[in-house]
């Protein structure tokens, strides 16, 4: 996973800076994170959501709306309707850039904005809103006792996160303008509901009156004991899964590289010195070597992954096997382990010298075996595939193609 810093123009000209949240390899969607009323991309849920999704392969762009965070503009010159401008121009530069920007995800605020902006992004398959109001105005409580000098004076100074901020009277009234009730009803995207029964910022009636409103499909779940900013590092990553898992039947996932047939294919990620995806069909498998040769740990090395291989194999011979004898056999575990061993400590080696590939492998069988059983099963287990592939003889041939 890497984040990469991006800029791009806002709906009114103004350069807004984003974040963009990268997974290792082929993203699953591109996405757009939309944040809390003054909070900024780098807020506590703004951060930890989208680095969780890329996790689960998802590329998320994260922004400051204009005049909030390192975004150009004047925060008391925008409105609610200019940041759903702003939505929408982020999710024009992921589709020009990058590819289309299938799930828009708002906290709070933010995720007010996605329901009004998703009618406006066609490739939006699936709108997702973590704590959101029902009523863009709902905003108002955070700066109540300054609401009538704004409406006679045109403009208050207020404190929010204990942060200055100009409320403009045109934020205002646009915040009480919103048809957002009409706009969830005519949403036509898949809709999934993310809000804490213990929200004291923004109340779970609001889930409420969303879900009533909108059509299906559509799902509510609970972010239980979760505060409204997604304080504790366990609900961000909680609800990222619950978007990662959910999103999945609703978001488009991409064709995967075309390889020649009948090869596995691995290839730098860039992230790290040794990050390889290695691509077999339509799976993928992260390697990468440990942390004190220089790798970064990411994956399985590639001798583990050698291993892996046989240990499968070796698992999958020995139940087709009690299948095909119809023992009652449980289930089996194989454990292998490689090391360099010197030759010379190996008794019943043919080589002498230097160091050999020594695989251990240790077998797990429950059922209902007697010993010859066991024994039998383990002398199947030695004519896997793979097992006769490395103690046979083996030749690699080489070919450049570019």
Not at 10 to 37: K, N
Not at 211 to 230: E, G, I, N, R, Y
Not at 314 to 329: H, I, L
Not at 359 to 369: A, K, P
């Amino acid at each position: 996973m890497k984040t990469e810093t991006v800029t791009f123009p806002g709906a009114a000209g103004q350069t807004l800076s984003g974040r963009l949240e990268r997974p290792v390899g082929i993203p699953r969607a591109w996405a757009v994170f939309a944040h809390c009323f003054t909070c900024g991309k780098e807020s506590a849920a703004a951060t930890r959501v989208s680095r969780a999704l890329a996790k689960h392969g998802f590329a998320v762009l994260r922004f400051d709306f204009a005049g909030i965070g390192h975004s150009d503009g004047a925060f008391a010159q925008t409105t609610f309707s200019s940041n759903v401008d702003d939505l929408v121009a982020a999710a024009d530069f992921i589709r020009s850039v990058y590819g289309p920007p299938s799930l828009l995800i708002g906290h709070s605020l933010g995720g007010a904005a996605v329901l009004a902006a998703a009618g406006r992004i066609a490739d939006a398959a699936a709108v997702v809103t973590i704590g959101a109001p029902a009523d863009v105005a709902h905003v108002e409580q955070n700066f109540a006792d300054a609401v009538g000098t704004i409406e006679a004076h045109g403009a208050a100074d207020v404190k929010l996160g204990g942060k200055p901020f100009t409320i403009s009277r045109d934020f205002l009234q646009d915040i009480r303008n919103q048809p957002q009730l009409k706009r969830i009803a005519a949403l036509r995207k898949a809709l999934l509901i993310l809000h804490a029964p213990g929200d004291g910022v923004v109340g779970i009636d609001n889930a409420t009156v969303i879900f009533q409103a909108a059509k299906h499909p559509k799902s509510f779940v609970s972010l239980d004991k979760a505060d409204h900013f997604l304080t504790r590092p366990e609900d961000a990553a909680y609800a990222a899964d619950l978007i990662a898992g959910w999103s999945a039947r609703y978001v488009p996932v991409p064709p995967m590289p075309v390889h020649p047939e009948g090869y596995v294919v691995a290839e730098e990620t860039g992230d790290g010195l040794y990050a390889n995806l290695v691509h077999s069909g339509q799976h993928m498998i992260l390697a990468d070597e440990p942390k004190d040769i220089g790798g970064q740990d990411l994956g399985p090395s590639p001798y583990d992954l050698l291993a892996g291989s046989l240990a499968a194999c070796k698992s999958m011979t020995m139940r087709m096997y009690a299948n095909q004898k119809k023992w009652d056999v449980t289930r089996i575990a194989v454990a292998v382990k490689h090391d360099k061993v010197h030759a010379a400590d190996c008794a019943d080696c043919e080589t002498r010298e230097g160091k050999i590939d020594q695989f251990t492998v240790s077998i797990t069988l429950e059922g209902d075996l007697d010993d010859t059983q066991r024994a039998r099963m383990i002398e199947i287990s030695g004519k896997c595939p793979v097992h006769r592939t490395l103690s046979g003889e083996v030749k690699i041939r080489t070919q450049v193609t570019a």
